[in-house]
Structure formats: structure tokens, C-alpha cells
């Protein structure tokens, strides 16, 4: 499957953004859609993830209580509903798949940027 995020964008602190991630080909049931995100000169972090069949979600704890993701079977499209942002959440946002968590995706897609000012 390939993914294609969308959605970034510049907002102000305690906005909110919704992040799209489009795959195209199947997506199995036992697979994990999820999205991570790289901050300006640090490692590649989890975010959150969904298992597609079940629709069950993983957070990272940095997020939890603030950040949403779902999906939606018909459009083949998981989304991450970003609330209360923080300038912390700035980075570049990245949707991969995987079949276990931890997840260790195999291949990366064109992120989308993030910038939440103060």
C-alpha cells in the first residue's frame, strides 16, 4: 500500500489541524495505519496508530487526550485529528503502515509540515 499525507499547515497554539492520509491499493484488516512525526533536528517519533480492521488505537503518550485518529474504510484514509496543538507539535508529519506495534515501517512517504507558533 502507499500512503500520501495532507493537511499541514501553520496555526496558532491551542488550534487545531486535521491531517489526511490517502493509501491507495488494499489495506489488509491486520494491518496498522499510523502516523509519526519528525521535530526540527530530532529522531522520527510515533504518534499514534489504528489497527484497520478493528479500528483499536495506540497513542504516544505526548499526545494522548489531544490528538484523534480514525479511519474511514469506504475512502481508504486514516485521519489525525490534532487538537490544543502546542509549538512542541511542530515537524514534519508522516503516515507508514505496519503490522505490529511497535511499528518499524519499512518505507516512508512525503510528509506533511506542521508549524504551530506560540
Known amino acids: 500500500v502507499q500512503l500520501q499525507a495532507s493537511g499541514g499547515g501553520m496555526v496558532q497554539a491551542g488550534g487545531s489541524l486535521r491531517l489526511s492520509c490517502a493509501a491507495s491499493?488494499?489495506?489488509?484488516?491486520?494491518?496498522?495505519l499510523g502516523w509519526f512525526r519528525q521535530p526540527p533536528g530530532k529522531e522520527r517519533e510515533f504518534v499514534a496508530g489504528?489497527?484497520?480492521?478493528?479500528?483499536?488505537?495506540v497513542y504516544a503518550d505526548s499526545v494522548k487526550g489531544r490528538f484523534i485518529i480514525s479511519r474511514d474504510k469506504a475512502e481508504n484514509t486514516v485521519y489525525l485529528q490534532m487538537n490544543g496543538l502546542k509549538p512542541e507539535d511542530t515537524a514534519h508529519y508522516y503516515c507508514?503502515?505496519?503490522?505490529?506495534?511497535?511499528?518499524?515501517?519499512?518505507?516512508w512517504g512525503q510528509g506533511t509540515l506542521v508549524t504551530v507558533s506560540s
Open positions: 491499493g488494499r489495506t489488509y484488516s491486520s494491518a496498522i
Open positions: 507508514a503502515a505496519d503490522v505490529a506495534y511497535p511499528m518499524k515501517p519499512k518505507k
Open positions: 489504528i489497527r484497520w480492521g478493528a479500528g483499536t488505537t
